[in-house]
């Protein structure tokens, strides 16, 4: 019986357990926290260790590692396996063993890949048996563990942490649709981030498709050595995927009007188009592509209406976790807008952001990057939390103003996850329109 040990519980670690053990292999599951499901995994002869992990596991036999993609790899417990040379994988490499009857669309990239994912997953389920997995939606191995013996297509969101244990995964259709500097509290440097946002086609060959964007010089100067069909893409100029007279064309096909998508931003058009592209390669019919253009609203947390109040509308882009889609965010209204921005700091530096100050009417920040950040603009106006620089938004907004809330950070430094940090911000929004800013 093969020994494995699954370091980081949450979804992802979870359900590779309970899949691996379906499978006839020792699993041991591994956490610093407490896991609140540790009965149902021992009930089942899985080895849980929580509060912490044990250091006699690292000197066991173990045939593989399954880690959590959040947890780095220069992590003194991860790196300790990495000495013995055992293999360390992520969990969608894992359940990609399994269910032979999946076909996988896989998105990387710095921004856009829950969107893109999202409007996928969409027309995939016109098509028949779908899911989304992958960041969002469930955990592949729950999929797996739930539709192992079906025939199914998979929208699947892939992250560079993901990508770095993923040695054999081959997804029948990828892209990487952007790259800007990201993650560097997690990577040596930046061509090390961008070298496993590429690992996405490593494994792609014959007349597999990866979607090449054509409008981004990272993706081109990145992208080599790709074995399958590629596709390209461009928004500007001529490219297999491209727009015609506001009709999206790949190849001889008409896949949509582009003036029948409702979400903004020429970002979302490009996103749009890539998802076309995937779905029309995963088997759905060019009808119900464009249905589902034409059906598809904002995704929670990027650039999501959330009210109006008094004349002023907020806008919730949580999801907006570094200055790129920032600088997305702010692109995508005709006017300056008062930005609430902040959070942790995963050491990218706010720079890029100094091109598009024009774009700012006040800005607000708060969090562990509030001093950096407020070197944006002279009269930055500093807050603590989120709470006390929405109440300030709020006060400052006049009737036409908008009110955005794009971080330009990650959320660790006072919140779980970018979903509740944006929870937070609309019930914020909707104490202010229910009770007026007293009660906030």
């Known amino acids: ?134 960041n969002i939606g469930e955990a592949l191995s729950k999929t797996v563990y739930d539709h192992e013996y079906e025939s199914a297509d998979i929208a699947l969101e892939v992250s560079a942490f993901q990508l770095l244990g993923m040695p054999d995964f081959r997804p029948l259709v990828s892209t990487i649709t952007n790259l800007t500097p990201d993650h560097l509290d997690y990577f040596e ?101 464009a249905s589902s253009i034409n059906d598809f609203e904002a995704i929670e947390h990027r650039i999501e209406y959330v009210d109006t109040i008094c004349g002023v509308k907020y806008y919730n882009d949580s999801k907006g976790t570094n200055t790129d889609s920032t600088i997305i965010a702010l692109r995508s209204f005709n006017q300056p807008v008062i930005l609430i921005a902040g959070g942790y700091d995963k050491h990218t530096g706010f720079s890029d952001l100094l091109d598009h100050v024009e774009k700012i009417k006040t800005l607000i920040v708060y969090g562990a990057t509030k001093y950096e950040l407020a070197k944006l603009k002279t009269d930055s106006i500093i807050c603590e939390d989120l709470r006390q620089a929405t109440t300030f938004a709020h006060n400052v907004a006049q009737a036409n103003d908008i009110v955005l809330f794009s971080p330009a950070c990650a959320s660790y430094d006072q919140f779980h996850d970018y979903q509740q940090r944006g929870d937070v911000f609309k019930g914020l929004i909707k104490s202010i329109k229910e009770g007026g800013i007293d009660n906030v």
Not at 13 to 38: C, E, H, N, P, Y
Not at 109 to 133: D, H, P, Q, V
Not at 241 to 260: G, P, R
Request: hydrophobic share 40%.
């Open 1 to 134: 019986m093969k020994n494995v040990l699954v370091i980081g519980c949450a979804k992802s670690g979870f359900w590779v357990s309970m899949l691996l053990q379906t499978k006839g292999f020792a699993v041991t599951i591994t956490d610093k926290q407490v896991i609140s499901d540790k009965n149902k995994l021992e009930e089942i002869g899985i080895r849980v260790f929580d509060n912490g992990h044990p250091d006699s596991l690292i000197n066991e036999d173990w045939d593989f590692i399954v880690k959590n993609p959040g947890i780095a790899y220069h992590t003194p417990f991860v790196s300790e396996f990495i000495n013995r040379s055992i293999p360390i994988y992520t969990e969608i490499e894992v359940a990609s063993w399994y269910a032979k009857g999946f076909r996988y669309g896989a998105i990387t990239g710095t921004n856009g890949k829950t969107t893109t994912t999202t409007i996928l997953y969409e027309m995939l389920k016109r098509k028949g048996n779908a899911f989304a997995s992958g």
């Open 189 to 289: 440097n930046i061509e090390d981030y961008y070298r496993a946002k590429t690992l996405i086609y490593k494994n792609q060959i014959d007349d597999d498709w990866f979607i090449l964007n054509l409008d981004d010089q990272r993706v081109i100067d990145h992208c080599v050595n790709i074995k399958c069909k590629i596709i390209t893409m461009s928004i500007n100029k001529e490219a297999d995927l491209m727009i015609k007279d506001n009709i999206v064309w790949l190849f001889d096909k008409q896949l949509f009007d582009v003036s029948t998508l409702k979400i903004i931003g020429r970002h979302n058009i490009q996103n749009a188009m890539v998802a076309a592209t995937m779905a029309y390669k995963m088997g759905v019919d060019v009808s119900d592509i």
